[in-house]
């Protein structure tokens, strides 16, 4: 069980704590001995998610692609002589994640989720990308292995698919029968099955083992392709694989440092499902305020994110999180080859009709 210890009043004989996990307004007294004076325990008293409705608009980059929609007022002119010609005072993007304030708010409430749009500028038409799509993110305090993160990730899929199955019988029944024929054996298989967890390292053994040719590069260090995924997929029996520990380089600055050798790898996971490729992405985040001030800082970007180190400044606890691409999620469990036939009103490059 887990949550903050909000005052300590000691005694000769007892220590009274006050304890709370974000669930009420009203602490947890507990009583315990003197003589564990010397460390403070932390209780959690359930293991429900809060919903929190994070801005669409924000001033962060999330994922460091730079591949952002910028808001500014329709007609907005740069005037070169104004000081402060932005309209929140500084550059304000359509949101590519709400993790960062995800991360706020685990800091009062512990396990916290949102579901929302998020916007990607990518130039692209192709069956797997949309300009906005949705997401189901989660972040949750003293989470301190890649173990517990996959757990949550696998249970949400499960239970969500199981939901999906027993809700909407006849609307799957539709895809399964005209659209993807066959595909509920596949589904079935994924939910009977454990999820498969190999290392980035293993990951790229194995392409470069196979005798498939691929267009794009299987040399450790490099990032895992659509290509590259869907035959992990396959070669681990069709049944989603998990990938962990990932080249530091090629995660954000947020994702928590390995400090291993000679391979300097992030404990970062994905989720690769059969027929999409990644549908989920996360990570424990880096809590170690010394490490997140140097990689800030070699990147230019401890002034962006002074706030961000100031949530360490004071004490942080080990905490990671996730985020589910729901578009891709229902490719999966129907079948659906291109990600424009689940989503009602597809934005996409060159396309925002209606």
Same mark, same amino acid.
Not at 313 to 338: A, D, K, T, W
């Given at each position: 069980?887990?949550?903050?210890?909000?005052?300590?009043?000691?005694?000769?004989?007892?220590?009274?704590?006050?304890?709370?996990?974000?669930?009420?307004?009203?602490?947890?007294?507990?009583?315990?001995?003197?003589?564990?004076?010397?460390?403070?325990?932390?209780?959690?008293?359930?293991?429900?998610?809060?919903?929190?409705?994070?801005?669409?608009?924000?001033?962060?980059?999330?994922?460091?692609?730079?591949?952002?929609?910028?808001?500014?007022?329709?007609?907005?002119?740069?005037? +070169?002589?104004?000081?402060?010609?932005?309209?929140?005072?500084?550059?304000?993007?359509?949101?590519?994640?709400?993790?960062?304030?995800?991360?706020?708010?685990?800091?009062?409430?512990?396990?916290?989720?949102?579901?929302?749009?998020?916007?990607?500028?990518?130039?692209?038409?192709?069956?797997?990308?949309?300009?906005?799509?949705?997401?189901?993110?989660?972040?949750?305090?003293?989470?301190?292995?890649?173990?517990?993160?996959?757990?949550?990730?696998?249970?949400?899929?499960?239970?969500?698919?199981?939901?999906?199955?027993?809700?909407?019988?006849?609307?799957?029944?539709?895809?399964?029968?005209?659209?993807?024929?066959?595909?509920?054996?596949?589904?079935?298989?994924?939910?009977?099955?454990?999820?498969?967890?190999?290392?980035?390292?293993?990951?790229?053994?194995?392409?470069?083992?196979?005798?498939?040719?691929?267009?794009?590069?299987?040399?450790?260090?490099?990032?895992?392709?659509?290509?590259?995924?869907?035959?992990?997929?396959?070669?681990?029996?069709?049944?989603?694989?998990?990938?962990?520990?990932?080249?530091?380089?090629?995660?954000?600055?947020?994702?928590?440092?390995?400090?291993?050798?000679?391979?300097?790898?992030?404990?970062?996971?994905?989720?690769?499902?059969?027929?999409?490729?990644?549908?989920?992405?996360?990570?424990?985040?880096?809590?170690?305020?010394?490490?997140?001030?140097?990689?800030?800082?070699?990147?230019?970007?401890?002034?962006?994110?002074?706030?961000?180190?100031?949530?360490?400044?004071?004490?942080?606890?080990?905490?990671?999180?996730?985020?589910?691409?729901?578009?891709?999620?229902?490719?999966?469990?129907?079948?659906?080859?291109?990600?424009?036939?689940?989503?009602?009103?597809?934005?996409?490059?060159? +396309?925002?009709?209606?």
């Amino acid at each position: 069980m887990t949550g903050w210890v909000r005052s300590v009043r000691p005694q000769k004989d007892n220590l009274f704590l006050h304890v709370n996990d974000g669930s009420s307004l009203q602490p947890l007294q507990v009583v315990a001995s003197s003589h564990l004076n010397t460390r403070c325990y932390s209780l959690h008293s359930g293991n429900g998610y809060v919903q929190i409705h994070t801005p669409v608009i924000t001033s962060n980059d999330c994922e460091g692609a730079g591949e952002l929609f910028q808001v500014e007022p329709a007609g907005h002119k740069n005037d +070169s002589d104004d000081p402060n010609p932005h309209f929140f005072s500084v550059p304000a993007y359509l949101t590519v994640s709400g993790q960062l304030h995800l991360e706020v708010m685990a800091g009062a409430f512990s396990a916290v989720y949102t579901f929302g749009p998020t916007f990607r500028a990518e130039n692209s038409q192709s069956r797997r990308h949309l300009a906005e799509f949705y997401m189901v993110e989660a972040e949750i305090a003293f989470t301190e292995s890649l173990d517990d993160l996959m757990k949550v990730m696998e249970d949400l899929f499960k239970a969500a698919t199981e939901h999906v199955l027993s809700s909407c019988a006849e609307d799957v029944e539709l895809f399964h029968k005209y659209i993807a024929p066959g595909h509920r054996d596949q589904v079935d298989l994924m939910l009977k099955r454990k999820f498969n967890v190999i290392s980035y390292t293993e990951a790229i053994d194995i392409l470069k083992s196979s005798s498939q040719n691929f267009t794009f590069s299987t040399e450790w260090g490099c990032d895992l392709q659509t290509e590259h995924e869907k035959f992990l997929v396959k070669h681990c029996g069709n049944v989603p694989v998990f990938v962990i520990n990932y080249p530091y380089e090629l995660k954000p600055f947020y994702a928590r440092d390995n400090q291993d050798q000679p391979n300097h790898t992030a404990a970062a996971v994905d989720l690769l499902v059969p027929g999409v490729g990644e549908l989920c992405g996360g990570s424990l985040r880096e809590e170690r305020l010394e490490l997140l001030s140097q990689r800030l800082a070699q990147a230019g970007l401890e002034d962006t994110y002074a706030w961000y180190l100031q949530l360490r400044e004071f004490g942080s606890v080990p905490h990671g999180g996730f985020g589910m691409g729901f578009e891709r999620y229902l490719q999966c469990i129907l079948g659906l080859h291109n990600i424009k036939d689940v989503i009602p009103f597809a934005r996409f490059s060159h +396309s925002c009709l209606l």
